[in-house]
């Protein structure tokens, strides 16, 4: 779901909120997105922040991600590994990130 322009983003124009509580019912795992328009303008791709909330709202992650859905259709489930990490590699070198392992969370992904 898109977020209508608020107040405070108006000063903010590379400023983009998409959020999700579910599609026709509840979200195991509801997020907020924060994309920079000059990187992406969907979750489907680029890189984006994402405010992701335990199922029993206990608790809230803020995760750096990267949409794979336009290079998976683009590439194929065979050969989207190489472009992706390239991409993480370019990112970690363009700012100040540092590249660790993931936190241990208390629920997994769903696997593709």
Known sequence: MVSPRRPWMKTRQHLKVEWSAGVGR???IP????MDRRETTTTQQGVYCVYLFREDMSGVYLTLN???NKVIKELGPESRTGRLCKKGRETLAAGSLRSSPPAALPWRAAST
Request: proline share 0%; glycine share 10%; charged share 10%.
């Open 26 to 28: 509840w979200a195991k």
């Open 31 to 34: 997020w907020i997105a924060l």
């Open 66 to 68: 990267q949409g794979v």
